[in-house]
């Protein structure tokens, strides 16, 4: 157990390269806004539950071990969460295994489709207004559903846009319904600059109900245009998003 609560006043927290894979649950203060994890060893047999309920900000940075189970955190603003996922990070694993206490609240349920899956780490992302995904895992699909309903501004990487359909990107979308902004990043690395960066918008008089109303900038953005971009753009025209595609200086001719 990693108790923190007796720390009242505590504000920031900082953890690197820890080694807490013995601990089932990490509880801090009210008082906590900011809490960075980075390179932690977390526990390999359950899933260490995080309650933080008065965080403002998080970075989740490279776990090893389970993903972690986050508890409620109301006032959540912003979070960066770069993670490798696997398949024991949907619910339906995530309640199979013992010592997984309080994991079934993601359970599944037997009359609920693939798709209606929750992710464990992103339930609890939920309140969060301002949302880094980033997945270094092969290109392997997660089918989940998560409510995010206060999401305003959300850069994920193409992990999100596999399998061709980009079904885990739409789940997102169609469950943030106050999104404005959306950046999709070709890479496990967020950079300031890309050879290829495209600029969509939406078509007004057909806006497509799947999306927020209230998405109005969209960015892809890559080093080279290969089949996973061209699906991605395919998708986008599903939901009458058209692309500009711009060409950076400096950058050869893809």
Not at 106 to 132: H, M, P, W, Y
Not at 207 to 233: F, P, Q, T
Request: net charge negative; hydrophobic share 40%.
């Amino acid at each position: 157990l990693l108790d923190f609560s007796s720390c009242p006043v505590l504000e920031d927290l900082e953890m690197e390269d820890c080694n807490v894979w013995d601990s089932r649950r990490m509880t801090c203060p009210s008082s906590l806004k900011r809490l960075i994890m980075e390179g932690m060893e977390l526990p390999t047999e359950s899933r260490m539950r995080i309650c933080a309920p008065g965080l403002v900000s998080l970075r989740l940075l490279g776990p090893r071990g389970r993903t972690p189970v986050l508890e409620s955190m109301p006032e959540l603003l912003a979070a960066h969460v770069v993670v490798d996922w696997d398949s024991e990070d949907t619910c339906d694993s995530c309640s199979q295994r013992e010592g997984d206490e309080g994991a079934e609240q993601f359970a599944d349920d037997d009359n609920i489709s693939q798709d209606t899956k929750k992710c464990v780490l992103l339930g609890g992302l939920s309140e969060a207004t301002d949302l880094i995904l980033i997945s270094e895992d092969s290109r392997k699909g997660l089918e989940m559903v998560s409510h995010i309903f206060k999401l305003k501004t959300l850069l994920l990487n193409d992990y999100w846009c596999y399998p061709a359909d980009c079904r885990p990107l739409g789940c997102i979308l169609e469950h943030a319904p106050v999104l404005e902004k959306l950046t999709v990043l070709f890479s496990c690395e967020v950079e300031d600059n890309y050879k290829v960066e495209m600029e969509g918008r939406l078509d007004r008089t057909e806006r497509s109900v799947a999306i927020s109303h209230h998405l109005k900038i969209i960015k892809v953005k890559c080093e080279v245009v290969d089949e996973g971009v061209y699906n991605l753009l395919k998708f986008m025209g599903a939901l009458n998003i058209y692309v500009n595609v711009e060409l950076m200086k400096n950058s050869k001719a893809i």
